[in-house]
């Protein structure tokens, strides 16, 4: 089987983590694509007052609601079943030993594939699976590509260059201004609302 890894903060999930990942869902036509919230993400300090960490899933599952209505596609709670932080590796590693004869690729966007090899034990992920880059903004296709061969020539890694027009959002814009929801879905806004996320 072919299955694609979707991972990350989302805090809160935006209309460009739902652009990204039904732009890699259509293109690479997975058997299996797992979405999967960060219990503690690595690369990123969480706000004392963030969402927990089952917030943040319950809102991928609104956010990603036109996705999960294929059966291939899932909301997992994989890494909020493990302690402390949440390394891609690991769930790599895991899912490599659940599926050893299926092939693993991970979906990031071009802003962690420019700083990847900052990543916790980078060169083991590429050896794992093939790395699914969509750019999170307009004009950075060359750049793209030329990193995409600086890896292949460097590690030998294995990527694909989604094709996809970029939307660009970030949650982090969202929580300075939590007023802002145009770029949230309607779903994910009433659930920020409804439990007073972000201090709405």
Known sequence: MKIL????????????????????????NPDRFLIIPANIPPHKMMDADSPTPV????????????????CRVEISDLEL???????????????HLEFPQDELFLLIGSDSFFDFEKWYR?????????LCVSARENGIQDR????????????????????????????????????????LSPAVSDY???????KT
């Open 192 to 198: 920020i609302h409804c439990n007073k996320l972000y």
């Open 81 to 95: 079943q493990r302690e402390g932080k949440s390394y891609t590796v690991y769930t790599l590693e895991e899912l």
């Open 55 to 70: 917030q943040r899933l319950e809102m991928c599952k609104l956010a990603f609601g036109g996705l999960t209505d294929d």
């Open 5 to 28: 890894i979707y991972g990350g903060s989302f805090n809160p999930p935006h209309l460009g983590h739902f652009n990204i990942a039904k732009a890699a869902f259509d293109f690479l």
């Open 122 to 130: 980078f060169e083991d992920i590429m050896k794992l699976c093939t």
């Open 144 to 183: 793209l590509f030329d990193q995409k061969k600086e890896f292949e020539t460097r590690y030998s890694a294995k990527s694909v260059i989604i094709p996809s027009i970029p939307l660009e959002a970030s949650s982090s814009s969202f929580r300075q201004s939590p007023g802002n929801t145009a770029l």
